[in-house]
């Protein structure tokens, strides 16, 4: 965390996610104890993404600790939006709720338990803004179930292109090449594919 337009109180709680899931990296702690969160850039990203499209409605899917999840309801805040933010496994619920709280954001998050398949399939609303970070052999079933909820103009980011390139190659295939996406791959942190919601 160096930059410096991060408010004191969110500056701490990234700042601590960094430093635990960089200790757990390093010792290799168990996959699904870990919080495998994006990379500072990536975080600075999805927040300048937000602001600049002026996104109001906000879908995260993979919450784990909230780090990538405070980033987007930073801007969030300034856009006078909010972020719906899912994840499956209770533990990472509780904590995700602790550090968004800890942030001061709670008035902008809503964590969502649960599936999000489920989630996704019954949900009306459309998003103006949707960061993909999940199990990446779920990737490609998710698009599916974005594209019809993302607004023209709205943008779908998703994590670890190019970490996992090769789990990842048939989804990568399909967001390039989908009739509805206007996308490329971002090579920064592991891989960021970026796209719109073409008209
Ligand atoms: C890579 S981590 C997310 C990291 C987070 N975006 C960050 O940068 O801080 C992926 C998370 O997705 C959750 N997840 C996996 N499958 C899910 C599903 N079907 N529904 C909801 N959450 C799921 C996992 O429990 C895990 O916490």
């Known amino acids: 965390m160096t930059e410096h337009t991060i408010d004191g109180q969110a500056a701490t709680v990234l700042a601590r996610l960094e430093e ?12 699904a104890l870990r919080l495998r969160q994006v990379t500072p850039d990536v975080g600075r990203f999805l927040h300048v993404l937000v602001l600049a ?4 409605s906000v ?13 987007l309801a ?8 909010s972020v ?22 709670s008035e902008v998050v809503e964590v969502v338990e649960g599936d999000a398949f ?3 399939r019954d949900r009306r609303q459309p998003a103006q803004f949707v960061f993909l970070d999940a199990e990446k052999e779920d990737y490609l ?20 292109l190019l970490s996992h390139a090769g789990d ?18 971002v090579p920064i942190g592991r891989g960021e594919l970026l796209a719109v919601r073409t008209a």
């Open 59 to 71: 879908l995260e899917i993979g919450t784990s600790g909230g780090y990538s999840t405070i980033w």
């Open 74 to 81: 930073l801007a969030a805040r300034a856009t006078r939006g």
């Open 53 to 56: 499209s002026h996104a109001r």
């Open 168 to 185: 990842l190659a048939a989804f990568r295939a399909r967001a390039l090449a989908h009739p509805r996406l206007s996308a490329v791959v």
């Open 118 to 120: 489920a989630y996704l």
């Open 84 to 105: 719906v933010s899912l994840e499956l496994d209770p533990v990472k619920v509780r904590l995700a709720r602790e550090d968004v709280a800890a942030a001061g954001l």
């Open 20 to 31: 635990r899931d960089a200790r757990e990296r390093e010792q290799g702690v168990a996959r």
């Open 141 to 160: 079933a998710y698009l599916d179930l974005i594209v019809p909820l993302l607004v023209p103009g709205g943008l779908l980011v998703a994590d670890n």
